[in-house]
């Protein structure tokens, strides 16, 4: 059985999700306010946090990025008001996996949960890309996300481990801004192609000499990305 923790404020909202996940199959650790919930994280061993970001005490943004400074890589989906495509990359760049906005369908959390652990399997698949991949001096763990390049050593999240994988596997081949945004984030709805562009600048800084004149991680105008090798 899968172990969520959800952090919300709400009484109201939270007995409501409380009820179906429990249906769904999945066991709830739920905590009220910011000040506890990292405390309450590293007590227990959990798959998935479902995070609210305008929190008392503590915000979400930090709680996030407090775990993923504790090198952890479990999945985060923020569930939250904030509503603003900057506010969404700001949440996924502080290291959340997906972001679902208040008022939201249940059908849907639960439909986007589903996807991320989906996800999760194929990140830890060897199908075509075994556990650790290197080239030209590089090197990317798909287990721990840590990474390493002429700067040094990197952790990455769960999103720009699953971004560089998705292109290793179809290096020499040209990958469009919606097809990593379909399998990386599960749909079309996201923050535009912006949010790609973040994470691949990000990438490009851990893994090319000249992030501004890239060898590896080559931009095709209007349409996406390659990877050479």
């Known amino acids: 059985m899968k172990t969520i923790l959800l952090v ?15 249906a769904e199959g999945y066991q709830v650790v739920h905590v009220a306010d910011g000040n506890h919930a990292f405390d309450t994280y590293q007590r227990g061993i959990f798959d998935l946090v479902l995070l609210d970001i305008m929190l008392p005490g503590v915000d979400g943004l930090t709680i996030c990025k407090k775990i993923r400074a504790a090198g952890a890589t479990l999945p985060v989906l923020f569930v939250t008001a904030r509503d603003q495509s900057d506010q969404k990359v700001e949440g996924l760049l502080a290291g959340g996996d997906d972001y679902i906005t208040k ?3 249940v059908q849907e959390l639960l439909a986007r949960i589903q996807g991320i652990f989906r996800r999760q399997a194929w990140l830890a698949a060897e199908d075509a890309v075994s556990d650790e991949y290197e080239f030209d001096g590089r090197k990317i763990n798909f287990k721990t996300f840590v990474a390493e390049g002429p700067g040094g050593k990197h952790q990455l999240t769960r999103k720009e481990c699953m971004v560089i994988k998705y292109l290793i596997e179809r290096a020499n081949e040209v990958v ?6 379909d399998a990386v984030w599960g749909y079309h709805i996201y923050p535009t192609n912006r949010t790609v562009d973040n994470f691949i600048l990000k990438l490009r800084k851990i893994f090319e000499n000249d992030p501004k004149e890239p060898k590896y991680i080559e931009t095709i105008r209007a349409v996406g990305y390659r990877f050479n090798r």
């Open 103 to 105: 008022p939201f369908n």
């Open 176 to 181: 469009s801004r919606d097809q990593l945004l």
């Open 8 to 22: 919300e404020d709400d009484q109201h909202l939270a007995d409501g999700l409380i009820l179906n996940l429990e």
